[in-house]
């Protein structure tokens, strides 16, 4: 089992920037892949940005590239999003996930259900 638990959302106005966190705890290795995805009313829940646990390369969504980092504190066993730059089209629920599946290549999982824990979500309001 595998808890996450996210912080960070608020409310900003366009153009600003927001830190979300991550923080993982229970059976964490450094083969899982951590993904950020969000949901906004109405729609399905889209792939954001992803990462191994232990490092490697980053992958991004194209409507996020160039704006959002995804990066990780291995002693604080926490994933962070930094989003700057952010529109209105960015307003939804942001949610983390794990997938424990072991890749042999560099497939990086991008669809909602190949992940295996989901946090609890955490609103980001962007007003215009």
């Known amino acids: 089992q595998v808890q996450l638990v996210e912080s960070g959302g608020g409310l900003v106005q366009a153009g600003g920037s927001l830190r979300l966190s991550c923080a993982a705890s229970g059976r964490t290795f450094s083969g899982q892949t951590m993904g950020w995805f969000r949901q906004a009313p109405g729609k399905e829940r889209e792939f954001v940005a992803a990462?191994?646990?232990?490092?490697?390369?980053?992958y991004y969504a194209d409507s996020v590239k160039g704006r959002f980092t995804i990066s990780r504190d291995n002693a604080k066993n926490t994933v962070y999003l930094q989003m700057n730059s952010l529109n209105a089209e960015d307003t939804a629920v942001y949610y983390c996930?794990?997938?424990?599946?072991?890749?042999?290549?560099?497939?990086?999982?991008?669809?909602?259900?190949?992940?295996?824990?989901w946090g609890q979500g955490t609103q980001v309001t962007v007003s215009s």
């Open positions: 996930a794990v997938d424990q599946k072991i890749y042999s290549n560099d497939y990086v999982p991008r669809i909602y259900y190949e992940y295996d824990y």
């Open positions: 990462r191994r646990w232990s490092g490697g390369n980053t």
